[in-house]
């Protein structure tokens, strides 16, 4: 398996709180996504990174910010949680280029009551 | 706008019987599409990747075909076991930084 972890693996939070999800790989790969993943919408991009410091929004980046300021390490941070947030999370990454095979982490599945 | 389709359907296949998944999109020029296999509570694990000049991937029991003409990948599991049972994702890429948008999946059920 890919060295790529997330923190936490499961997180209950309430709605209005400040949720911040890590994603840490020990591959030195220079992408970074962030994705959800809900029942009939498959996974959809919200943020990507192309190198520290260096991110983009994707599809549905509303309601969500990112951080990368090490190769190692990726912040998704939902600056004030609301119910449409619940979703399982996943980060991965992939190496030379953005057309390369994507390595997934585990997943954190985030409810907000 | 863009768009990939996959069997929304569970796909039920008798163990032994090759298993064939489509992926479609619209409004694409892929350059790459690849396919991951997913298992309930864990994130997707890549399969295959082919090009669009290149017509058929094999890897062991597992086999795509990529027809740029009719906007269509195949992606073929033959002698197939109940462990090939899963969720299968098609995913396309047209070479940004923003790297793939993945198709919703299809569930494959491999019955012994």
């Known amino acids: 398996d890919a060295g790529i972890t997330q923190s936490p693996r499961h997180k209950v939070t309430e709605t209005g709180t400040p949720v911040t999800l890590r994603c840490h790989q020990t591959?030195?790969?220079?992408?970074m996504y962030w994705y959800r993943q809900d029942p009939g919408h498959g996974l959809r991009l919200i943020h990507y990174?192309?190198?520290?410091?260096?991110?983009d929004k994707g599809e549905v980046s509303d309601g969500y910010s990112v951080s990368r300021s090490k190769t190692e390490d990726f912040l998704l941070t939902l600056e004030s949680a609301t119910s449409s947030q619940t979703s399982v999370y996943f980060c991965?990454?992939?190496?030379?280029?953005?057309?390369?095979?994507?390595?997934f982490g585990p997943g954190t599945r985030l409810t907000v009551l | 706008s863009q768009k990939i389709e996959q069997n929304s359907e569970a796909l039920n296949i008798q163990e032994g019987k090759t298993a064939t998944l489509t992926c479609n999109y619209t409004?694409?020029?892929?350059?790459?599409l690849q396919w991951y296999r997913q298992d309930p509570g864990r994130g997707p694990v890549f399969l295959l990747l082919?090009?669009?000049?290149?017509k058929e991937k094999r890897k062991e029991r597992l086999k795509v075909t990529f027809d740029t003409t009719l906007k269509q990948s195949l992606f073929h599991i033959t002698a197939s076991q109940p462990a090939d049972s899963a969720t299968y994702l098609c995913?396309?890429?047209?070479?940004?930084?923003?790297?793939?948008?993945f198709g919703k999946g299809t569930h494959l059920i491999i019955q012994p």
């Open positions: 995913a396309l890429t047209g070479g940004g930084a923003d790297g793939l948008t």
């Open positions: 990174s192309y190198g520290v410091k260096d991110t």
């Open positions: 082919i090009r669009e000049n290149e």
């Open positions: 991965a990454i992939s190496g030379t280029s953005s057309t390369d095979t994507q390595y």
């Open positions: 591959e030195n790969h220079r992408y």
């Open positions: 409004n694409y020029s892929p350059a790459y």
